[in-house]
Nanobody, 123 residues
Framework: EVQLVESGGALVQAGGSLRLSCAAS????????IGWVRQAPGKEREGVSC???????TYADSVKGRFTISSDNAKNTVYLQMNSLNPEDTAVYYC?????????????????WGQGTQVTVSS
């Protein structure tokens, strides 16, 4: 059974940084795409970043240059380093995993999700 547990969400001031963690179990990283999806009140769900064995990492245009996704396969953990945060980044961030070895927002959307972690950026 795939399980994903997020942590690291917090209240931070604009311009600050946070690192989210996603502890994963129940699957092999090489066989799955793992990523972060965020949901803000009143806004559509947005794929933020994805990492996979076949095509490395991808990012939404809104976070390119500010966010970095990485994985520690030995710890079965995926991280999202978020720098230069702004109020528009406020959302619940979900870790998602899909059973494909390339990054696919569809695979993440219809895959397994964690419970989410709240990120709030104050202006």
């Amino acid at each position: 059974e795939v399980q994903l547990v997020e942590s690291g969400g917090a209240l931070v001031q604009a311009g600050g940084s946070l690192r989210l963690s996603c502890a994963a179990s129940g699957f092999t990283f090489d066989d799955y795409a793992i990523g972060w999806v965020r949901q803000a009140p009143g806004k559509e769900r947005e794929g933020v970043s994805c990492i996979s064995s076949k095509d490395g990492s991808t990012y939404a245009d809104s976070v390119k240059g500010r966010f970095t996704i990485s994985s520690d396969n030995a710890k079965n953990t995926v991280y999202l380093q978020m720098n230069s945060l702004n109020p528009e980044d406020t959302a619940v961030y979900y870790c998602a995993a899909g059973p494909v070895s390339w990054c696919s927002w569809a695979a993440l959307t219809f895959g397994s999700w964690g419970q989410g972690t709240q990120v709030t950026v104050s202006s």
